[in-house]
């Protein structure tokens, strides 16, 4: 005889709506506690497939079916699971159809389905030469083109989901491919005021630079626009002399040359720096600095910073360049 469990999970493929309805809100609302949502992963096998195949009903119904499996992907199991049953052609199929009500669960349940390796494969479409990369592209095209001055943002979650991509080497280098153009794409991104999209960009540039021994060209073929991502957050809080923004390009003199509101984030900060100096690991990339003045702004930015795990970013570029590059002196000596 049925469980009580199992007849509700009976009722998900119902031909009523509103007893479809009735049994999905139940469902949510079990993924909702520890108990409900260890209960439901016994069931996997009949749950998942289940509220994959309401995602596409009204929002009424999908809205609560995606909130169910945004909870349930908080298991590493689940989403094995999932991405197994193709759920993240699932959830693009339905991003991308017009009219979908529920973009920003879609989005938010992909970046769990993009923790786990097998996710990232299936996203990334590596199995398929012809279409690799196509859902990599639209999202990208979507956080880059969706608008930002509005309180509804619903691809800002997709920064999420470009970092979780840029952790894998087959990412980081689709990433950084040229002929796609999408790191340059996302790099301009960084002068969002969204906090969440300024961090997506942020670590997804910090993993890339892990590609530099290798991809150090393609990095700079963007230098317009990475390097002031990564060095106007280190910058401090000074307004710069003119002798100094002279040495400087435009976009990075002119923003220094005026007072500006600092970036806040630690940890947006520590990324930037950690960029830098992968970067700055390479020959090239010490010199591509240097063309920049950037060693005075790290100098500059250094005598202001207060966070002890940022001052040591800052200590780790500055005692490479001492030691890396014979052409100027840098120091990260001040009074403090």
């Not at 095209?141 to 970092?163: A, K, Y």
């Not at 002399?241 to 940890?267: F, N, Q, W």
């Amino acid at each position: 005889m049925p469980t009580e469990l199992e007849e509700l999970l009976g009722f998900l493929d119902a031909p009523s709506p509103q007893v479809k309805k009735a049994a999905v809100d139940i469902v949510q609302g079990l993924t909702g506690s520890e108990d409900g949502l260890q209960s439901l992963c016994s069931y996997s096998d009949v749950v998942i497939p289940a509220l994959s195949r309401v995602l596409n009903e009204k929002k009424e119904v999908s809205e609560p079916a995606a909130e169910a499996l945004i909870n349930l992907s908080q298991n590493p199991e689940q989403v094995a699971k999932m991405v197994a049953v193709g759920m993240i052609k699932i959830a693009m199929d339905i991003l991308y159809k017009q009219g979908s009500g529920i973009t920003r669960l879609l989005v938010m349940l992909l970046v769990n389905l993009t923790q786990s390796d097998d996710g990232i494969a299936s996203l990334l479409q590596t199995g398929d030469e012809k279409i690799q990369g196509l859902y990599l592209m639209k999202l990208v095209r979507s956080f880059c083109t969706s608008s930002t001055e509005t309180t509804d943002d619903p691809f800002e979650h997709v920064g999420s989901i470009l970092v979780n991509i840029s952790k894998n080497e087959s990412g980081r280098k689709m990433l950084l491919d040229p002929k796609r153009g999408m790191l340059k794409q996302i790099v301009r991104q960084f002068d969002s005021t969204n906090p969440l999209r300024k961090k997506g960009v942020s670590g997804t540039i910090r993993n890339c630079c892990f590609e530099a021994e290798t991809q150090l060209e393609n990095l700079l073929l963007i230098s317009e626009f990475l390097w002031p991502a990564l060095l106007l957050p280190v910058a401090g809080s000074k307004v710069y002399s003119e002798h100094d923004t002279s040495k400087m390009p435009l976009e990075i003199g002119s923003a220094l040359s005026i007072e500006r509101e600092p970036v806040v984030d630690p940890e947006i900060r520590v990324q930037a720096l950690e960029s830098i100096y992968l970067i700055t690991l390479q020959e090239a990339g010490r010199r591509a600095l240097w063309s920049v003045n950037g060693p005075r702004i790290l100098q500059l930015g250094y005598e202001d910073e207060e966070d002890p795990k940022v001052m040591e970013a800052y200590e780790q570029i500055g005692s490479l360049l001492v030691h890396g590059s014979g052409t100027e002196e840098f120091s990260t000596q001040t009074s403090k």
